[in-house]
């Protein structure tokens, strides 16, 4: 145990908080929801305080030799301490709206119990530069937050609880597998020593083996494509305060660790660039797709964290292929992740503060939900346009940057004579991905905020005014005031953020080129101008069209139009898990484990007969016996008469 | 060095004798007593210096040997814990049945020989010592005297002969072969002598194996388990898939390490048969233990899962391999202590016997669930726990020491294994604790345990967890163990 005891303190007092807090709660719940504010605003004035020592690129470490037999590593430097400083950022409001937000929920204690640990375990995962230490925080985080997940204990929250486990155990094997042969291969797992002993080797084949197996392991936490198939019930069955977390942070740590991964095994290689590059776009159209289709607020939300995640794989992925050169796409992904979390967190609190009240996320339930009332209105817009990437909102500079970068492969590609093509289709479809998600906003928007429900819109204007509590109030204000300040200001403070991140997806050999990006010039608005006006054209086109029908004449309903047997959870993995599997190893096993002696020995028919007798031999004796005593008592008699 | 042998034996003999054991006040006391005062001898023995021995030539061709070892006092701690925790579980269960009295003469009888076992030094010493407890173990089987539970000793006990025969005619033939009657590091074989009959002692020393791999229920022979399990008082199956089916593995160890050697195995078709064998047994425990809903075979059939991926940890010869068995044996043996205690306790007070029934229990009774969940995340090697440890070690040694197709499909085979553990494990906590919306069952028989129960649970789950949280201690100890017998 080594280094600096204040980062093992930053993971361990939300683990400790959790106990307090749970005692505290066996004697009063009151007293234990404040103590739970208590401990995560602590949490976050203290990763706050901890920003000066970065001062001039240091860094910090704490290192146990010999935890669970490996290293438990943590570090503090630009990256960690932005994601550390949003994660407290983030586990800070949702706990402020949990207290409104559980009020009449049961098991409260519980949910304490299991949510502040795992803020510690999520802070030790982003602070961590060891493998193994990513995979510990990894997996104490799945059984920490799949208790959130199931919290209501109603079936649909179970099963997607499970749905989750499920994908982050296979994940987690694949992880171990990945990790056992990285360490059989440099007999470490230190991510500073990986990146110096992958360099020096000839053979990659073991190398892809093993980052194969872990992009796909830490994929199933960051929701990519063939391991997502947890997002959308998980997000739509948990409670809101847990969606936005998994939302906003929980996949952001599957990010880190295919951020880890990516810039340390693979730095600067071109084919794993590319690979990286089409598996996230698939993830973002898929994700896109899915959310255009939906009909449930947190679905259509849960959906489109997929496709923005797709959008960071792309950018991870160009950066790869950019090599030493790659600012515009490193700055980009890192820029996206964090706009991402932060505009999740207010989309999904705005849906919590209508859930509170309604308690259904239906679109056809919620029309008009949001007339009259213009905090909730003005906060939703902020995250609508952000996260639609509007000029001044803060997701437009991190997707002009990922658009630059696609860019950027594309000029390369034509240079050195990579695939040209393979980018352009990536571009276009970039901007269709773009599109798409102005489309689904566009959708919630004029489903919460313009249409008027058909017969309980007195119900909902009745509740204007008083929708909201204080806490969850200020939550909502400052989640939603950081999003246009970000955008309107982007050489203020996202640029700084991304100039302390890019350490972490880059070999920082050779140092940058620095060619600033002029954000609002209007040939660099082009694309986010194309993207809008696609996105109006598929709202207008399709959703209005095909995705929405009008009822007698009068109001406009909303119909789920994509086909149920399509879900890939129903139609491959559960059968795939529950049975498919089973039934072959189970066919397998019968024939192996036939009990032939064990049949044998039936068939001569053993019984304990002998037991029976000796009962019967005991009962007639002491038959023989009473028989015995009752002649002598006769007899005494007789002789005394 | 007797002590821990030949007082268990005597004070077990005794209880036939002393009258008053029926009641239970005076049997717990007494037997409380003789496991604390064995288990303080197994300490001195274990923090003892680093060579004790104890030899009697008790005839021409027979050398009775003692000594104690790193991996002697590896196990015979664990059989020490593991034999004090069930016995003191047992003192509930066991006053319901109808003859205690029996029970814990011969669980204390068998504690004797099987600390016997850990202890023996010789090759012959430790066959006397494993027949004796192997026999000693059917009258613990037998205790319910129902026809299931004779028909089951009897199946036992032809599983036993077999693997006798082997052990007999396999031990025979490679003790000809033999430098010394002892173990010695590195094994004690004669080269000059063995020259020209490679292929026949290669045969026997796999018959042998294989006669001891049928105590640790190693495919094919891993039947016997599950009949057991599913007979025998939970105690007794405690004692036996904790302890015995590791004293089979023990022995493995001591035949390939300390007989043997392992030079001349490696790389042979006996290592690869063997390994086959192993990653078999993973794979039909685990599955097997998936596809059933009874209690007792789940646990019965997870027990073969387990001790085959120890197996496969020693059959990988190298010394990584054989650090991950042992840690994985450590680890096993508590956590499956916790989780039979936790089912335990609520069989004896419901009766439940199927996997359903469990539904909602950790409404009920959060502790014991929260130790079994504690305790399932160990036998599916989550990290930070000491199962991860030892799959850890096991992995790597596979890893490295097995080259070309067996090794990726047995490193493939042990990670299916640990999915499917999860498999058959996690749902029994899940549903435990989210019985769903349409759970009914209010346990009303299911009430807290007492203090005979919660205490080795509590105990069991916190040494595991803290030995997992800095293995590092345990881990050199095991490191100059294994150094000492020179793989």
Excluded at chain 1, 87 to 111: D, V
Excluded at chain 1, 177 to 193: A, K, P
Excluded at chain 1, 467 to 493: C, D, E, N, Q, R
Aim: proline share 3%; net charge positive; aromatic share 12%.
């Amino acid at each position: 145990m080594t280094g600096d005891y204040r980062l093992l303190i930053l993971v361990l007092w939300p683990f400790a908080g959790a106990w307090i807090g749970y005692l505290i709660g066996k004697k009063d719940s009151t007293y234990r929801d404040y103590f739970a504010d208590f401990v995560v605003i602590a949490e976050f004035v203290y990763v706050l305080w901890l920003f000066p020592e970065l001062r001039g690129g240091g860094t910090t470490n704490f290192l146990a030799e010999g935890f669970c037999g490996l290293n438990l590593h943590l570090r503090l430097d630009g990256f960690r301490e932005i994601y550390g400083s949003i994660t407290a950022y983030i586990w800070m409001m949702t706990t402020l709206i949990s207290r409104e937000y559980f009020a009449h929920y049961q098991n409260r204690n519980r949910y304490y119990l299991f949510v502040l640990p795992t803020l510690g375990a999520t802070m030790g995962l982003f602070l961590s530069a060891d493998l193994f230490t990513v995979y510990l925080f990894c997996q104490i985080i799945s059984f920490t937050s799949f208790v959130g997940i199931a919290h209501d204990e109603r079936d649909t929250a179970l099963k997607a609880a499970s749905t989750y486990l499920a994908a982050e155990i296979i994940g987690g094997s694949f992880i171990f597998s990945g990790l056992s042969r990285l360490y059989q291969l440099f007999g470490t797992l230190e991510i500073d020593e990986l990146r110096a002993a992958v360099s020096g080797l000839d053979d990659r084949t073991g190398v892809y083996v093993a980052g194969v197996l872990l992009l796909f392991g830490f994929g199933a936490k960051a929701g990519m494509f063939p391991m997502h198939f947890w997002m959308g019930r998980a997000h739509a069955g948990s409670p809101a305060p847990i969606s936005t977390l998994l939302s906003s942070i929980i996949t952001k740590t599957g990010l880190f660790g295919v951020i880890l991964v990516c810039a340390n095994i693979f730095i600067e290689d071109k084919a794993w660039g590319i690979f990286l590059l089409v598996l996230g776009t698939f993830t973002m159209l898929l994700g896109a797709v899915r959310a255009i289709f939906g009909v449930h607020v947190k679905r259509i939300l849960a959906f489109s964290s997929l496709s923005q995640i797709g959008f960071i794989l792309m950018g991870i992925g160009s950066s790869m292929y950019l090599g030493a050169q790659n600012q515009t796409a490193v700055h980009g992904a890192l820029l996206h992740m964090v706009n991402h979390s932060l505009l999740k967190l207010l989309l999904y609190l705005c849906a919590a503060v209508i859930y509170m009240r309604t308690h259904t996320l239906h679109l056809d339930d919620i029309r008009g939900y949001g007339r009259g009332k213009p905090l909730l209105h003005a906060a939703f817009l902020c995250g609508a346009l952000g996260l639609g990437c509007v000029p001044f909102f803060n997701g437009y500079v991190s997707k002009t940057l990922l658009h630059e970068g696609i860019v950027e492969c594309m000029h390369l590609a034509a240079e050195i004579g990579g695939p040209y093509v393979l980018f352009l289709v990536a571009e276009m479809l970039f901007l269709l991905g773009g599109g798409m998600t102005i489309a689904y906003m566009m959708k919630l928007y004029f489903c919460i905020f313009i249409q008027k429900h058909p017969t309980d819109q007195e119900k909902f204007d009745n509740l204007n005014k008083h929708y909201i509590g204080k806490a969850t109030t200020a939550a909502l204000i400052g989640a939603s005031a950081v999003i246009p300040v970000l955008g309107m200001f982007p050489h203020l403070f996202l640029e700084r953020v991304a100039l302390w991140g890019q350490g972490i997806l880059n070999s920082g050999l050779e140092p940058y080129v620095i060619h600033p990006v002029h954000y609002f010039q209007a040939s660099i608005m082009k694309g986010s101008l194309l993207s809008i006006g696609a996105g109006v054209v598929i709202y207008f086109s399709v959703i209005r069209k095909a995705l929405m029908k009008q009822v007698n004449g009068g109001a406009w309903e909303y119909v789920y139009r994509w086909p149920k047997k399509l879900d890939l959870e129903d139609l491959i993995y559960r059968p795939l898990i529950e049975r498919w599997v089973p039934d072959m190893c189970g066919a397998v096993c019968s024939v192996l484990n036939t009990p032939i002696l064990y049949r044998a020995i039936q068939k001569m028919d053993l019984t304990t007969d002998w037991r029976e007798k000796k009962k019967e031999n005991d009962k007639k004796r002491a038959e023989d016996r009473r028989k015995m005593l009752e002649k002598r008592r006769l007899k005494d008699h007789n002789k005394y008469r | 060095m007797l002590i821990p042998i030949i007082l268990p034996v005597a004070a077990g003999l005794a209880m036939f004798v002393i009258k008053g054991m029926e009641e239970r006040k005076l049997r717990d006391k007494y037997v409380t007593a003789v496991l604390l005062v064995c288990a303080a001898a197994g300490i001195y023995i274990v923090l003892g210096p680093q060579s004790q021995e104890l030899r009697l030539r008790l005839s021409e061709n027979f050398l009775f040997c003692l000594k104690a070892d790193g991996l002697s006092k590896i196990f015979l701690s664990l059989v020490s814990l593991a034999w004090i925790c069930n016995g003191f579980f047992s003192f509930e269960y066991m006053s319901r049945e109808e003859r205690p009295v029996d029970f814990f003469g011969f669980y204390l009888i068998c504690y004797g020989f099987i600390s016997g076992v850990a202890l023996s030094g010789g090759f012959s010493t430790m066959q006397i010592f494993y027949i004796i407890a192997s026999i000693l173990c059917i009258p613990l089987l037998m205790n319910r005297g129902t026809n299931e539970a004779v028909q089951a000793s009897v199946y036992y006990m032809a599983y036993f002969l077999i693997g006798q025969l082997f052990i007999h005619f396999g031990g025979k033939y490679i003790m000809k072969y033999m430098n010394s009657e002892e173990f010695e590091a590195g094994g004690s074989l004669n080269m000059t002598l063995l020259e020209g009959n490679e292929g026949m002692f290669m045969a026997m020393v796999f018959l042998l194996l294989l006669g001891f791999g049928i105590k640790a229920c190693v495919f094919p022979f891993h039947n016997w388990h599950k009949v057991t399990a599913q007979a025998a008082p939970l105690p007794a199956v405690c004692a036996i898939s904790g302890i015995l089916t590791k004293m089979g593995v023990i022995a493995m160890i001591r035949v390939t390490c300390n007989m043997t050697g392992m030079g001349i195995l490696r790389g042979t078709w006996v290592q690869n048969v063997w390994i086959i064998l192993a990653v078999l047994s993973i794979f039909i425990g685990a599955v097997v233990a998936f596809r059933t809903t009874r209690l007792s075979e789940r646990l019965a059939y997870s027990t073969v899962g387990q001790v085959g991926c120890i197996v496969f940890g020693v059959a990988a010869m190298c010394p990584d391999g054989m650090t991950g068995a042992i840690l994985l044996m450590i680890a096993h043996t508590m956590a499956f202590l916790v989780l039979f205690f936790t089912t335990g306790a609520i069989y004896f007070q419901t009766g439940y016997t199927e996997v359903d029934q469990l539904r909602g229990i950790g409404k009920k009774i959060p502790n014991m669930m929260f130790c079994f969940a504690l305790a399932s995340c160990v036998l599916m090697g989550i990290p930070p726990t000491m199962g991860f440890v030892g799959d850890w070690y096991t992995t790597q040694g596979a890893l490295s020491a097995i080259s070309g197709p067996v090794a990726s499909a047995g490193s493939a085979v042990f990670l299916i294994g640990e999915l499917f553990a999860a498999g058959y494990l996690l749902p029994i906590v899940l549903h435990g604790f989210f019985p769903g919306e349409e759970y009914s069952l209010k346990h009303e028989k299911v009430k807290v345990p007492s203090l005979y129960t919660r205490i080795p649970t509590l105990l069991l789950t916190g040494i595991v967890y803290v030995i997992g949280f800095c293995p590092m201690p345990l881990i050199s100890f095991i490191h100059e163990a294994v150094s000492a017998m020179a793989l």
